[in-house]
């Protein structure tokens, strides 16, 4: 999916970020930003259209991860919905 997403500017952002880091310890945690921006780039964009397939294969990933609950930045992926608030949304109650 990165190719999706401009790869040529990824990778750019990603030397500016290595540049920019000095100590082992600042390179470490520049990495884990890196990987976040890495992350957040490839990310499918609101409103992009997706085959059935590739949306299986996004949720197939997902439940493989660590923590499918949160995106790398903690902002949530997943929302739980009791039946009361659909009701409640729905004008039902």
């Given amino acids: 999916i990165l190719t999706r997403h401009a790869p040529r500017q990824v ?24 990987l976040k921006m890495v992350a957040c780039k490839a990310a499918i964009k609101a409103g992009e259209v997706l085959t059935l397939a590739e949306m299986r294969g996004l949720l197939a990933d997902l439940f493989l991860t660590a923590n499918p609950h949160t995106c790398p930045h903690g902002r949530p992926i997943i929302l739980a919905v009791t039946t009361d608030e659909l009701d409640k949304r729905f004008g039902r109650t």
């Fill in 11 to 34: 990778f750019l952002d990603i030397h500016d970020q290595y540049a920019e880091a000095g100590s082992s310890v600042a390179a470490d945690k520049k990495q884990e930003e890196i």
